[in-house]
């Protein structure tokens, strides 16, 4: 038996604290629940609603199909409910705070530890996310998922643990490509650290050839496409607020109040502790994702997929070893739950204070999601009020995606079928007919357009300008509006 091995708890496991974990669960989706109603669709969301119910595909250029299709198909069974269509990622992380509380289960921890992590991941900026549908905010659900499969199989060696996480690999494929960087840091740390045997259990690699063969249709879509998700590299390589702001930020999201000084503690313990040796490649490879993602320029929310395995290793910790814990952890576990409780939008959109220090309050939702109506509002106006001769031979453009996505969705009422725009994954969704020979369009420049027309004309200064008298096919324009 190896030294990882070793120290992984092999007797009778702990008691599953079923009743006070679904609580904590049940009283994270009660506050999304009540909170999901308000006060729109965000821009991104309106996206992955618009990719999934008017553009469904194999792929996207940003993303695998799985989010478009659950946008789209929530709002299909659901129209225009905010509710509903957020519905599964409430869902999703009322089950993480669940499946955190098992991983500390794994780990040794008793009733009081799987109750603590759960709190931890139920303070968690993961929860605060959680009012959007998104990639991001599903993702990190599934990588939850898979580590506490992992960490079972550690206990157990039951090598079917191997194929289920191989399936859900599959489905975090579908939702964003960032997983194998998941595997790849495990699988080498495991064959430096141990459990060396993992990398030989035939059931690893049944479930890596299930995760393989479900994302071939994305991959094609990819390959037939010029393989244009290469290109987010450079996108979110540009958005980049550097090292600090990076760090501060995604430390953050693991919990202003607990939840940072547990994500630290417990990353430490993974790594450093005797009690876990059997899990430190699991805590090596967190770290070095963390620097990956650093060095690479990525976003700082990605850091939420891997915060359960510490929460859980910090709460076990914690409660083994602080004789009294439990007056020092109750009342914080409080204020990092009012902390959360206040970032989701609880208050009136008129609130104009949107963070107090540190802490962002919920009103900053209203922010990315209530302008947008107004915006379409202008836009759509001024397309109603065209003569319906004119309005045949006018196609609406954007010059950025989430002003695409918003005129889509709410530009029905003023006769706005659909929405064209060169920008990410709208270009892939088709170019306007040979028949428009007008455009109006709104965004910030408008010389981008202006080559290819004789004339343009002011409507909304700054906002929204008409260009009239194309010069040149559709066909040979609409390879130069490609932006990303």
Same mark, same amino acid.
């Given at each position: 038996?190896?030294?990882?091995?070793?120290?992984?708890?092999?007797?009778?496991?702990?008691?599953?604290?079923?009743? *006070?974990?679904?609580?904590?669960?049940? @009283?994270?989706?009660?506050?999304?629940?009540?909170?999901?109603?308000?006060?729109?669709?965000?821009?991104?969301? @309106?996206?992955?609603?618009?990719?999934?119910?008017?553009?469904?595909?194999?792929?996207?250029?940003?993303?695998?199909?799985?989010?478009?299709?659950?946008?789209?198909?929530?709002?299909?069974?659901?129209?225009?409910?905010?509710?509903?269509?957020?519905?599964?990622?409430?869902?999703?992380?009322?089950?993480?705070?669940?499946?955190?509380?098992? =991983?500390?289960?794994?780990?040794?921890?008793? /009733?009081?530890?799987?109750?603590?992590?759960?709190?931890?991941?139920?303070?968690?900026?993961? =929860?605060?996310?959680?009012?959007? =549908?998104?990639?991001?905010?599903?993702? *990190?659900?599934?990588? %939850?998922?898979?580590?506490?499969?992992?960490?079972?199989?550690?206990?157990? /060696?039951? #090598?079917?643990?191997?194929?289920?996480?191989?399936?859900?690999?599959?489905?975090?494929?579908?939702?964003?490509?960032?997983?194998?960087?998941?595997?790849? &840091?495990?699988?080498?740390?495991?064959?430096?650290? +141990?459990?060396?045997?993992?990398?030989?259990?035939?059931?690893?690699?049944?479930?890596?050839?299930?995760?393989?063969?479900?994302?071939? *249709? %994305?991959?094609?879509?990819?390959?037939?496409?010029?393989?244009?998700?290469?290109?987010?590299?450079?996108?979110?390589?540009?958005?980049?607020?550097?090292?600090?702001?990076?760090?501060?930020?995604?430390?953050?999201?693991?919990?202003?109040?607990?939840?940072?000084?547990?994500?630290?503690?417990?990353?430490?313990?993974?790594?450093?502790?005797?009690?876990?040796? +059997?899990?430190?490649?699991?805590?090596?490879?967190?770290?070095?994702?963390?620097?990956?993602?650093?060095?690479?320029?990525?976003?700082?929310?990605?850091?939420?997929?891997?915060?359960?395995?510490?929460?859980?290793?910090?709460?076990?910790?914690?409660?083994?070893?602080?004789?009294?814990?439990?007056?020092?952890?109750?009342?914080?576990?409080?204020?990092?739950?009012?902390? %959360?409780?206040?970032?989701?939008?609880?208050?009136?959109?008129?609130?104009?204070?949107?963070?107090?220090?540190?802490?962002?309050?919920?009103?900053?939702?209203?922010?990315?999601?209530?302008?947008?109506?107004?915006?379409?509002?202008?836009?759509?106006?001024?397309?109603?009020?065209?003569?319906?001769?004119?309005?045949?031979?006018?196609?609406?453009?954007?010059? =950025?995606?989430? &002003?695409?996505?918003?005129?889509? &969705?709410?530009?029905?009422?003023?006769?706005?079928?659909?929405?064209?725009? +060169?920008? /990410?994954?709208?270009?892939?969704?088709?170019?306007?007919? #040979?028949?428009?020979?007008?455009?109006?369009?709104?965004?910030? #420049?408008?010389? @981008?357009?202006?080559?290819?027309?004789?004339?343009?004309?002011?409507?909304?200064? +700054?906002?929204?300008?008409?260009? #009239?008298?194309?010069?040149?096919?559709? %066909?040979?324009?609409?390879?130069? @509006?490609?932006?990303?």
């Amino acid at each position: 038996m190896s030294n990882a091995t070793q120290t992984v708890r092999t007797g009778p496991e702990q008691a599953f604290a079923r009743l *006070p974990v679904f609580v904590v669960a049940a @009283l994270a989706g009660a506050a999304l629940l009540a909170t999901s109603g308000r006060y729109a669709h965000g821009f991104d969301e @309106l996206y992955f609603l618009m990719a999934g119910r008017e553009h469904l595909a194999w792929g996207y250029f940003d993303q695998p199909p799985l989010i478009p299709a659950l946008a789209g198909a929530m709002d299909s069974l659901f129209p225009g409910s905010l509710v509903m269509l957020r519905l599964p990622m409430t869902l999703a992380a009322a089950a993480g705070v669940v499946v955190t509380a098992l =991983i500390a289960r794994e780990l040794g921890g008793g /009733r009081g530890a799987q109750v603590l992590a759960a709190g931890l991941y139920a303070t968690s900026g993961v =929860i605060i996310v959680s009012h959007w =549908i998104g990639t991001y905010v599903l993702d *990190p659900f599934l990588w %939850t998922v898979i580590v506490w499969l992992v960490v079972r199989w550690i206990r157990v /060696r039951r #090598d079917g643990l191997l194929v289920w996480a191989g399936v859900v690999t599959a489905i975090s494929l579908q939702t964003k490509f960032l997983i194998p960087a998941f595997w790849a &840091f495990a699988l080498v740390s495991a064959l430096a650290l +141990g459990p060396r045997e993992l990398l030989r259990r035939p059931k690893l690699w049944l479930g890596a050839g299930i995760a393989a063969v479900a994302t071939v *249709p %994305t991959l094609s879509w990819q390959a037939r496409n010029g393989w244009p998700y290469r290109l987010m590299n450079d996108v979110v390589a540009a958005e980049f607020p550097g090292t600090w702001i990076f760090l501060r930020d995604g430390f953050l999201m693991a919990g202003v109040g607990a939840g940072v000084l547990a994500f630290v503690y417990g990353l430490v313990r993974l790594i450093f502790s005797r009690e876990l040796r +059997g899990y430190r490649f699991l805590g090596v490879a967190i770290a070095a994702l963390i620097v990956a993602f650093l060095l690479l320029h990525g976003r700082s929310y990605y850091l939420m997929s891997v915060f359960a395995l510490p929460f859980a290793a910090a709460a076990t910790g914690f409660v083994n070893h602080v004789p009294r814990w439990r007056p020092v952890a109750w009342p914080v576990m409080v204020l990092s739950a009012v902390i %959360t409780l206040v970032g989701l939008p609880i208050f009136p959109a008129t609130m104009a204070r949107t963070s107090i220090g540190p802490i962002a309050l919920g009103t900053s939702f209203a922010g990315g999601e209530l302008p947008q109506q107004e915006l379409v509002k202008a836009i759509g106006e001024t397309y109603a009020a065209l003569p319906p001769e004119k309005k045949a031979h006018t196609a609406v453009y954007a010059e =950025i995606y989430p &002003f695409a996505a918003a005129t889509e &969705f709410y530009g029905r009422q003023y006769g706005i079928e659909r929405v064209y725009s +060169g920008h /990410r994954g709208y270009w892939y969704f088709d170019r306007p007919p #040979d028949s428009a020979d007008s455009v109006l369009f709104a965004g910030f #420049d408008p010389e @981008l357009l202006k080559p290819y027309f004789a004339e343009v004309t002011p409507v909304v200064e +700054g906002l929204l300008w008409r260009y #009239d008298g194309r010069r040149g096919s559709w %066909t040979g324009i609409w390879p130069k @509006l490609e932006r990303h």
